[in-house]
């Protein structure tokens, strides 16, 4: 059974650091794997989608990497800012299935 | 603006009333789901509809049922509700194929008391 994990839960940062989120699953038969931004009381934003053929994608100032031998994805944040506090989560597609399984994903607060 | 919408945002239950929550995208998508999220639990998928005419359990489907009731829309139903049952509740859809990710609706917050 697939099972996605989010280490660590909650991460604070003042601005302006570079910071790296990560997540690991199980099973290294997946599809593909996304991350997701939510706001407190909000839906769940896209940010990435990794193909399981994939190395890395990047957008903006986020770059997320994938190594599915090890189960492992992270996703960098370059030049922190308040408004990148949230919570990030993960969810991976694994192979032959139409649903994501998500973690339980990272509180991340950046300080001004 | 394209995308996933739920109907209603908030709502409030006393235990054993029933209601049913919609969700409908203007995306084209063949598939869509139904998640809850609990505190300390991250989503977990109640059920889904691979396309339009099917439907199928996911972890968490007792107490639910779905109607998959056109390409559009996909509602999830409780028939008599109960206090386990409050929680934010997510649609989601998407294409149909392995290189697409989903799109998230905006969640209702239903409380059971």
């Known amino acids: 059974k697939q099972e996605v994990t989010q280490i660590p839960a909650a991460l604070s940062v003042p601005e302006g650091e570079n910071l790296v989120l990560n997540c690991s699953f199980t099973d290294s038969a997946i599809y593909n794997l996304q991350w997701f931004r939510q706001d407190p009381g909000k839906g769940l934003t896209s940010l990435l989608l990794?193909?399981?053929?994939?190395r890395e994608q990047t957008s903006g100032r986020l770059n997320a990497s994938l190594d599915k031998s090890s189960g492992r994805s992270t996703l960098y944040i370059a030049a922190s800012q308040p408004g990148d506090s949230a919570t990030y989560l993960c969810?991976?597609?694994?192979?032959?299935?139409?649903?994501?399984?998500f973690g339980t994903g990272t509180r991340l607060k950046v300080l001004a | 603006n394209a995308g996933v919408t739920q109907t209603p945002k908030f709502q409030v239950l006393k235990t054993g009333q029933s209601m049913t929550l919609q969700c409908a995208q203007d995306?084209?998508?063949?598939?869509m789901y139904w998640y809850r999220q609990d505190p300390g639990m991250g989503l977990r998928l109640i059920y889904y509809?691979?396309?339009?005419?099917?439907?199928d359990k996911g972890e968490v489907p007792n107490g639910y049922n779905v109607s998959r009731l056109n390409k559009r829309e996909f509602s999830l139903r409780l028939e008599s509700a109960a206090p386990s049952q409050t929680s934010v509740y997510f649609c989601?859809?998407?294409?149909?194929?392995?290189?697409?990710?989903?799109?998230f609706g905006s969640g209702t917050r239903l409380t059971v008391v």
């Open positions: 509809s691979a396309s339009e005419g099917t439907t």
């Open positions: 969810a991976v597609r694994a192979s032959g299935t139409y649903k994501y399984i």
């Open positions: 990794i193909q399981s053929s994939q």
């Open positions: 989601a859809s998407s294409v149909v194929g392995v290189g697409y990710g989903y799109t």
């Open positions: 995306m084209n998508h063949n598939s």
